[in-house]
């Protein structure tokens, strides 16, 4: 029988969650580097406060309150545990608290690729937003679901639920960060469905909302996005001030997944202009900004990806295959079969090039394997379209083929 905490030790714990508190309360770019410096010891106070059953709930509100610094750390997996903890300790009938933590633990899931319990997590907060007639939790649940539906490509749903939550922050006069997060989404499926004007015209509209809101790092993200819908309508100079006004957004913030993701896409334009080495040099400078936050093997992968395309295109073949056969890890982990199909089909453009023409056939037949589960998914269908051209090809010349001429990039 474990005996209680001491009233010295539970006073101690008590101290230090108080301390954290104190410590997170305001969260900005300039405070974020000495938090960093010290995070094992706020993971410490965090855990220790989460086992004293008089400290539970002001461990709860520090995990909750500490929001920004994980997420832009990206160190969601470390915060999983001690969230999925909190709710165990939450009373059944506190249902705010636990909304609360829902939201933030579905945000976590599906940062870390974890769909299902993302949408668990989230359908759980949408039914305590109902139950308490709670518009602004029933929001936030739906945009949530809608972001998860259209992850796991099941874009009907994902329509459904963000417009769900469009009605609910307007029935409740929610802020304008609200209604830019809304287009946002809006716009991210439109990109999803291959609609690329609907895409450009709602990115649009939440770049304008997010300048008006002023936040650099959310109008960075915005930008960014808008930056691949100009791209794939062949809006080039449009989509390279996008990204570079991302950057200018990023530069002095300490998001560095974010920096990450404009290098990617600003490298992937000038790979499409065929500027091979200023692409690889872009591609670099992400992969090594990985050295600087964790948790995001999803990007991790598009890097490697879009690293093994460049040596492709570049005739570096042993490298490329490097660098894919490391994406195509990392995807297993991920629970994107689409991303991991397209990396399977540069690949089999490696092997189809070495002439190993039985390996090349057999990852084009992985690939579309994977890819038959998505018959809405525009770049699913783009991608199956050029591999069932290239292994046709391959069946044909038998080894005298240079694969599929469709070079992509994640």
């Known amino acids: 029988m474990m005996m209680p905490p001491s009233t010295q030790f539970t006073q101690s714990v008590a101290a230090n969650v108080k301390y ?59 915060w999983i545990p001690m969230l999925e903890q909190a709710l165990e300790s939450c009373p059944a009938d506190d249902l705010a608290l636990r909304g609360r933590i829902l939201d933030h633990l579905g945000l976590f899931y599906r940062y870390n690729r974890q769909l299902d319990a993302a949408f668990a997590a989230h359908r759980e907060e949408l039914q305590i937003g109902l139950r308490l007639e709670d518009k602004w939790r029933e929001a936030h649940a739906c945009i949530n679901l809608g972001a998860v539906c259209r992850q796991m490509r099941r874009f009907s749903e994902a329509e459904t639920y963000i417009l769900q939550s469009q009605s609910a922050f307007q029935v409740i006069h929610a802020p304008l960060i609200k209604h830019a997060f809304v287009l946002l989404e809006l716009g991210l499926l439109a990109k999803d469905k291959g609609q690329w004007a ?21 109008l960075a993200n915005c930008l960014k996005l808008l930056g691949e819908a100009l791209a794939a309508q062949g809006k080039t100079d449009a989509a390279f001030a996008a990204y570079h ?9 300490e998001n560095y997944l974010d920096k990450i993701r404009v290098l990617n896409e600003l490298g992937s334009l000038h790979l499409k202009q065929a500027n091979l080495a200023e692409a690889e040099r872009l591609f670099v400078e992400a992969n090594a900004n990985f050295s600087w936050q964790s948790g ?24 490329a295959e490097q660098f894919f056969r490391s994406s195509i890890a990392l995807w297993q982990s991920c629970n994107d079969p689409v991303q991991q199909a397209n990396t399977l089909g540069g690949l089999a453009e490696v092997k189809a090039a070495q002439n190993q023409v039985a390996e090349a056939e057999q990852l084009y037949a992985q690939a579309l394997a994977l890819l038959a589960g998505f018959p809405d998914d525009a770049w699913g269908q783009k991608l199956q379209k050029g591999f069932r051209e290239a292994e046709c090809a391959l069946k044909q010349a038998r080894g005298a083929g240079g694969g599929s001429q469709l070079i992509r990039d994640a």
Do not use: I
């Not at 000495?34 to 855990?47: C, I, M, V």
């Not at 015209?201 to 770049?207: I, P």
């Open 20 to 78: 954290w508190q104190q410590r997170t309360q305001t969260l900005t770019d300039d405070t974020l580097p000495a938090l960093d410096q010290e995070r094992q010891n706020l993971y410490r106070a965090a855990k220790f406060g989460l086992r004293v059953p008089d400290t539970w709930q002001s461990t709860a509100e520090l995990l909750l309150q500490a929001f920004v610094f994980v997420e832009r750390r990206g160190y969601w997996g470390e």
């Open 198 to 218: 609907v895409a450009e015209e709602y990115l649009r509209y939440s770049v304008s909302l997010w300048r008006e809101v002023g936040d650099p790092v959310y």
């Open 245 to 253: 006004e991302a950057r200018d957004c990023l530069a002095h913030t």
């Open 296 to 319: 995001n093997l999803f990007d991790q992968a598009v890097v490697a990806n879009n690293l093994g395309v460049v040596c492709l295109a570049q005739g570096r073949l042993a490298e």
